[in-house]
């Protein structure tokens, strides 16, 4: 509901919004009423449409200076997209950040064998399990405390390999 109120008040329409998203307008109509679960690839598509930032697509409590994010609180909020995974926005109480941090947990199997490539730069730490991303043609191989730094526009995907993985992935892109 967050993106058609931002949507509406820049006086712009579900189908320009979807063409340069590059996708139906049936879609986006999904995405605004709640039908479906977007993937994050997708949020970063709409957001950098809307000339905005996921984060404020997520959250409506805007704050400044230093943000805590607990733990349980970031399990409590997580979503399960459609692709496989779940994610949680980490600060999103913060509008006006640089980076746009999000905790991620996979399961074996469940994620889609798609690339995506959008807009920006991203970081990937793995905190649990092991997983193969892959990069254009480069796939490394992940485990606990390694980290992948990419721009993603970039083909890229990512694969568990153990039965759950758990990691962070902070993106910036040219909005920031």
């Known amino acids: 509901m967050?993106?058609?109120?931002?949507?509406?008040?820049?006086?712009?329409?579900?189908d320009e919004i979807s063409m340069v998203c590059g996708f139906t307008k049936?879609?986006?109509?999904?995405?605004e009423n709640g039908k479906t679960v977007p993937p994050i690839g997708t949020l970063i598509k709409i957001a950098d449409a809307?000339?905005?930032?996921?984060?404020?697509?997520?959250?409506?409590?805007?704050?400044?200076?230093?943000?805590?994010?607990?733990?349980?609180?970031?399990?409590g909020k997580l979503v399960k997209t459609q692709k496989g995974y779940s994610f949680a926005a980490l600060a999103v109480e913060r509008q006006d950040k640089l980076m746009q941090p999000f905790y991620f947990v996979a399961r074996k199997g469940e994620t889609p064998r798609r690339t995506v490539s959008h807009i920006g730069e991203e970081f990937i730490y793995v905190l649990e399990g092991r997983m193969k991303y892959k990069v254009g043609t480069v796939e490394y191989l992940m485990g606990p405390g390694d980290s992948l730094y990419f721009d993603s526009v970039e083909e890229h995907l990512f694969t568990p390999v153990s039965e759950e993985v758990r990691y962070l992935s902070v993106f910036c892109s040219a909005q920031g």
Do not use: F
């Not at 967050?2 to 579900?14: A, F, M, N, P, W």
């Not at 959250?59 to 970031?74: A, F, I, P, R, Y």
């Open 50 to 75: 809307l000339g905005t930032k996921i984060s404020v697509l997520l959250d409506d409590h805007e704050q400044g200076g230093t943000v805590l994010s607990k733990m349980e609180n970031v399990l």
């Open 2 to 14: 967050k993106i058609r109120k931002i949507r509406k008040q820049q006086g712009r329409s579900l």
């Open 26 to 31: 049936s879609l986006l109509s999904k995405i």
